[in-house]
């Protein structure tokens, strides 16, 4: 039999009812299939142990809630529904990379939020959209209320990601948020206060034009130790401190393989390198370090905190897992002084208030302090005001990635009292 259907030109078209009964059971095999999987997935995570912690994001994994009506009625367990849905999918890792492979292939530049660059360079998104423009402000003003307070000489370096600098390596068509605003409202916001606010634009945008000298990592978040050091530059010459050329710290290949954050959002992504993580190793001995437990952050395979083993400042075990940026201190700390009795300045005191930015560059000011102690505002508990009144530093640096800084909940913490 067959089935004639007329059209809008007259011509008159046969189709084979046979046909279209194939493609009716082709239909109903893909979708069976489609649900067979999903149901399938969602027994196996019933019926399989959840997973605590994922390697490869270094990130605990979002558990199945329990289900009670407060949670429900709130909204909060359908949302923790669906986050431990995606976090704990079965092969997970697995679908994460067919899925960056394929769209690689598709010649796709922008990944989950991941710009693709020249030469394997990957970028964390960050527009004016992303860019948390008053939660920004805010942050400036509470360190301008903070430091009027203090007896302290105060500093503010917010560090540009990589995609401002290396702008050059970004796909076209990539857009970032706007760096010239961010700095022109510090400049406003301190334009009265006796604050050093720091540019390290144009200092990290001559250094990234130096052949074999990477300021930023391919696949990290972070600027290499190579940046690290332009900053320590960038701040010591603000404070009148003459840093050692780069070479005398004796920066030593400390890792060849080292795959970061970034990489961690698009795995399996075809075509990137491995980093180069240097350490350097010229540095004083007989430090002594304090911390107020071990990191926060810096996690075991099976997700659990533990103290690291520090080789001086480093935690060198660090290199064989995945976080191999947390090599520095072994990660980060609520609270972290490092001591130095042999100093160029011994009685002088310096206090970080950071991110893990600052991991990195200390070891370049180590020599020049007696005394380096860094706060993470995140994980920092106690009375800010007490502190600095126990401490007394000389000298207080407020040193972030500046999108960081932008979306950082925990800098009021500088005002608290208790």
């Known amino acids: 039999m067959v089935k004639v259907i007329e059209t809008i030109n007259g011509k008159r078209l046969i189709m084979k009812k046979k046909t279209d009964k194939k493609r009716t059971i082709s239909s109903i095999i893909y979708l069976f299939l489609t649900l067979g999987v999903f149901v399938c997935a969602g027994l196996l995570m019933l019926l399989l142990p959840q997973k605590e912690y994922s390697v490869m994001e270094n990130r605990y994994l979002t558990k199945a809630p329990q289900v009670n009506i407060t949670g429900v009625l709130s909204g909060e367990v359908q949302e923790q529904l669906t986050k431990a849905a995606a976090d704990q999918f079965p092969l997970r890792n697995m679908w994460m990379q067919i899925a960056t492979s394929y769209r690689s292939l598709m010649n796709r530049k922008e990944i989950d939020g991941v710009y693709i660059g020249k030469d394997g360079a990957l970028f964390n998104r960050v527009t004016d959209t992303d860019f948390e423009w008053n939660n920004y402000e805010k942050n400036l003003d509470i360190i301008r209320q903070a430091a009027g307070r203090s007896g302290a000489d105060w500093s503010v370096m917010l560090v540009p990601g990589s995609g401002i600098i290396l702008s050059e390596a970004l796909p076209k068509g990539a857009v970032m948020y706007d760096s010239e605003r961010a700095y022109a409202i510090g400049e406003q916001i301190f334009a009265n206060e006796k604050l050093h606010w720091l540019d390290t634009r144009e200092t990290l945008e001559a250094a990234s034009r130096k052949e074999n000298r990477p300021v930023y990592y391919r696949t990290d978040h972070h600027w290499t130790s190579i940046g690290a050091y332009e900053g320590a530059k960038v701040y010591a010459d603000s404070v009148g401190i003459a840093l050692d050329e780069l070479d005398s710290y004796g920066m030593t290949v400390a890792s060849e393989n080292f795959l970061g954050t970034v990489y961690s959002k698009v795995p399996g992504l075809p075509g990137v390198m491995a980093d180069t993580i240097l350490l350097p190793e ?137």
Not at 285 to 307: F, N, Q, R
Not at 327 to 352: C, D, M, T, W
């Open 282 to 418: 010229q540095l004083p001995e007989g430090l002594v370090i304090e911390t107020a437990g071990p990191p926060a952050d810096a996690l075991s395979a099976d997700g659990k905190k533990e103290m690291p083993i520090l080789d001086g400042i480093y935690d060198k075990s660090k290199l064989s897992g995945k976080d191999q940026y947390a090599v520095f201190f072994g990660g980060n700390y609520s609270r972290i002084s490092i001591k130095n009795p042999q100093a160029e300045h011994a009685n002088r005191k310096l206090l970080l208030i950071k991110d893990s930015y600052a991991n990195s560059m200390v070891p370049y000011l180590i020599s020049q302090y007696g005394e380096i102690t860094m706060l993470d505002m995140r994980y920092f508990t106690d009375s800010f005001t007490e502190f600095l009144s126990d401490e007394q530093p000389d000298e207080v640096l407020v040193l972030y990635e500046m999108s960081n800084f932008a979306s950082d909940r925990s800098v009021y913490k500088l005002l608290m009292n208790q």
